[in-house]
C-alpha cells in the first residue's frame, strides 16, 4: 500500500528527541504528523482536536496515567487505532497492552522498515474493518 493521502499520525512520546526523532521517520515515509504529545491527557486533547488516521503510543509517560489507559480512551471513544511504542515487553506490560486490541505493538530500538510496516499494517486494518462495519450498517437499513 502506497500512501495515496497524507495519513494523519499523533507521536505520543515524553523523550523529546525520540519523538522528534520519530516524527523525521513518519514524514519521510510521507505521513503527515498532526502533533507531538508527552502526557496521556495532552494525548487525549490532540487526538479529539486532531483526529489523527492513527496514534503511535509510548506506554510509560510521564504522569498518573500511562499510555495504555491513554490509548484505551482514544480508540473506545474515537476510533483511533493505536500502535504502541515501548521500551518494555515484559509479560505484565504486554497482558496490558493486548487487553486493549493494539493494531501494534513496536519494541525500542527499531528499524526504519518496522515502524513503516506496522504502520501500514495498522491503517490498512483499521480501514477493512471501517468498512466492514459500513457494510454492516448498510445491511441494517435493508
Known amino acids: 500500500m502506497s500512501v ?53 503510543m509510548d506506554i510509560h509517560l510521564k504522569g498518573p496515567v500511562d499510555g495504555i489507559e491513554a490509548a484505551e480512551t482514544i480508540y473506545g471513544i474515537h476510533n483511533i487505532p493505536v500502535v504502541y511504542l515501548t521500551a518494555y515487553s515484559d509479560e505484565h506490560t504486554l497482558e496490558r497492552a493486548q487487553k486493549t486490541s493494539p493494531f501494534g505493538y513496536i519494541v525500542k530500538p527499531f528499524s526504519d522498515s518496522t515502524l513503516k510496516t506496522t504502520i501500514k499494517m495498522a491503517l490498512l486494518k483499521h480501514n477493512a474493518e471501517k468498512k466492514d462495519r459500513e457494510a454492516d450498517d448498510l445491511m441494517t437499513w435493508e
Open 4 to 56: 495515496t493521502r497524507q495519513e494523519k499520525i499523533l507521536v505520543v512520546e515524553d523523550d523529546t528527541i525520540i519523538a522528534i526523532t520519530i516524527e523525521g521517520r513518519l514524514k519521510q515515509f510521507g505521513y503527515r504528523v498532526v502533533g507531538r504529545a508527552s502526557t496521556a491527557r495532552d494525548a487525549i486533547n490532540k487526538a479529539i482536536e486532531f483526529e489523527p488516521d492513527l496514534v503511535l
